[in-house]
């Protein structure tokens, strides 16, 4: 429904903005984007493949601790490293300041320092927090396959850097592409980081075009190519990882066994070097700044304010994990029990959700509300002199459905995931021993889905209290959630109002990542 809304809003909202948008607007955003996600995309792939390469090929100090390190940056979202990075680098942050003391500078004319607020300071931001993805998928296929591959290459007289440019880079292009995919589809997604750093995307463009110059037609035309975007993306995703599979054919326990290549001299501490400082850039710089912040402003965890942005944003998070938690768990048992187009075409259409930009969303999803909203409320009027006003677009329930049409797909696949280890066998036991197929549903799989489930549920959470960019422009008067009261904050040049609230999103944040740390090192020494 999203989807055609933004088509239908697009093609019958009229030309009167086409000169401003096709002339000043679209080309100068366009360009941006593209250069944006060019240079985000470069970046979180050359540190995400380097350092899952060493910590999976290499034997070096401390690798064991920098591989779940390099996990960390995950749990900060980028509207939050972008205020944090802006901080740090500012005239008055701990950088300039030493520069100064240690050059005797006096003020920013007798020195350069390059400027956070641009193009190139949003690329820094949003690779720093953005190249796990990449790290992720690379390292578990370095693992899985590619250390298989690399002991025999390795013994046919290739040295290491050939082995890593001729055989493991080309059998991790799949999973590389996967983590691109995910950190084009999130760079597409950011507003905060983008508007406060002073670049304009289209994302921000669509924000600005519907809220600032009050074109609604105007921004679901930009949000038009914003979808040909994601659609684009979403095949050479998938197009890479059709043209390219590759099998191992060792056991999980000779992958343990291989022998990592050891490290000696400047290069076991330049490897070390190499994979701490991406998360000091990603995680410590922001923690530093923003929980220092929150240290000196303590009485804020009392204040009503924030409890209420508390309680809106477990109210919201908590409503889309039960939502798109029941809605995933059909679609995944629908697969497993009958196989069928319609099927296959459902989760297909439940995987695209997560490449829609929040603001792009925000339109799809706000105008059908309200026009249901307002004929309800004519209806009633006219019949039984009733008015329910704004009962859906203007309540937390507009964020909620955009949430789950978002995060449905990362529960679909969780949930699946957990379907795909019961081995069939055991629907079929059931059956045989006279369990209908929902008591069997009932008493069989749902308690042994249990774990899949939790966790699925647990991702969306954190997901929705992170969200941002859909929840700035569909949250009704007075109605803030962590996430867009630290907006509002940074908005009013008030970031150290910000940390109280930006630590705790980061707690919250941190736990899936430490689900996942520590699952692969069960998986993979």
């Known amino acids: ?8 809003i697009a093609a019958t909202g009229g030309t009167d903005n086409w000169p401003h948008l096709f002339s000043n607007v679209i080309p ?4 941006r984007t593209v250069t944006l996600l060019a240079g ?11 350092t899952a390469w060493l910590v999976a090929s290499c034997e070096f100090p401390g690798r064991r601790v920098l591989s779940g390190l390099l996990v960390l940056p995950l749990a900060i979202p980028a509207y939050l490293g972008a205020y944090a990075f802006a901080e740090f680098f ?13 050059f005797g500078f006096q003020t920013s004319r007798d020195y350069w320092f390059p400027e956070v607020r641009t193009t190139g300071g949003a690329m820094l931001v949003l690779s720093s927090v953005l190249y796990p993805y990449v790290y992720l998928s690379a390292r578990s296929m370095f693992l899985m396959q590619g250390r298989a591959a690399a002991d025999v290459a390795r013994t046919l007289g290739a040295g290491p850097l050939k082995v890593f440019a001729r055989i493991q880079i080309p059998m991790a292009r799949p999973a590389i592409m996967v983590g691109l995919t995910l950190v084009a589809m999130e760079t597409l997604n950011d507003i905060g980081a983008v508007e406060y750093l002073g670049v304009q995307t289209l994302t921000f463009s669509i924000f600005d075009t519907w809220l600032n110059r009050g074109s609604l037609a105007g921004a679901a035309q930009i949000a038009c190519i914003m979808l040909v975007f994601v659609i684009c993306l979403m095949m050479v995703e998938r197009a890479a990882r059709r043209r390219q599979r590759f099998a191992s054919q060792k056991t999980t326990a000779a992958v343990h066994d ?6 000696a001299g400047w290069k076991r501490w330049a490897a070390s070097l190499a994979c701490l400082l991406p998360p000091v850039i990603g995680f410590a710089i922001p923690v530093f700044v923003l929980g220092g912040y929150a240290l000196r402003r303590l009485e804020q965890f009392a204040s009503s304010r924030l409890l209420s942005a508390l309680w809106h944003s477990v109210l919201v998070s908590g409503s889309t994990a039960i939502i798109a938690v029941l809605l995933a768990f059909l679609l995944a048992y629908a697969a497993r029990t009958t196989r069928s187009r319609l099927n296959a075409a459902a989760g297909r259409f439940a995987s695209f959700g997560y490449g829609v930009p929040g603001t792009v969303l925000a339109i799809g999803v706000l105008i059908p509300l309200a026009n249901f909203d307002n004929a309800l409320d004519a209806f009633l009027r006219a019949n039984f002199g009733i008015s329910t006003g704004l009962l859906l677009s203007g309540t937390g329930f507009a964020i909620i459905y955009a949430c789950t049409v978002r995060f449905l797909t990362m529960a679909e696949g969780t949930i699946d995931a957990g379907f795909h280890k019961l081995s069939p066998h055991l629907d079929m036991a059931s059956r045989t021993l006279g369990r209908t197929s929902s008591q069997t549903l009932w008493s069989v799989l749902v308690p042994m889905m249990r774990p899949a489930t939790l966790t699925a549920a647990l991702l969306v959470f954190i997901e929705s209290m992170k969200e ?9 008067f007075n109605f803030n959630t962590l996430a867009t009261l630290v907006y509002e904050d940074a908005s009013r040049a008030k ?5 109280v609230p930006a630590m705790i999103i980061v707690a919250v944040g941190l736990i899936p990542v430490f689900l996942v740390s520590r699952s692969l090192d069960k998986a993979n020494g």
């Open 1 to 8: 429904m999203p989807a055609i809304a933004i088509v239908v």
């Open 28 to 31: 100068r955003a366009t360009l």
């Open 40 to 50: 985000v995309a470069t970046i979180a792939a050359v540190v995400g493949v380097v």
């Open 90 to 102: 500012s005239f008055t942050g701990p950088i300039q300041s030493a520069y100064r003391a240690l």
């Open 258 to 263: 291989s022998v990592r290549l050891k490290l």
């Open 468 to 476: 941002l960019s859909a929840t700035i422009m569909l949250r009704p």
């Open 495 to 499: 970031v150290e109002d910000a940390g």
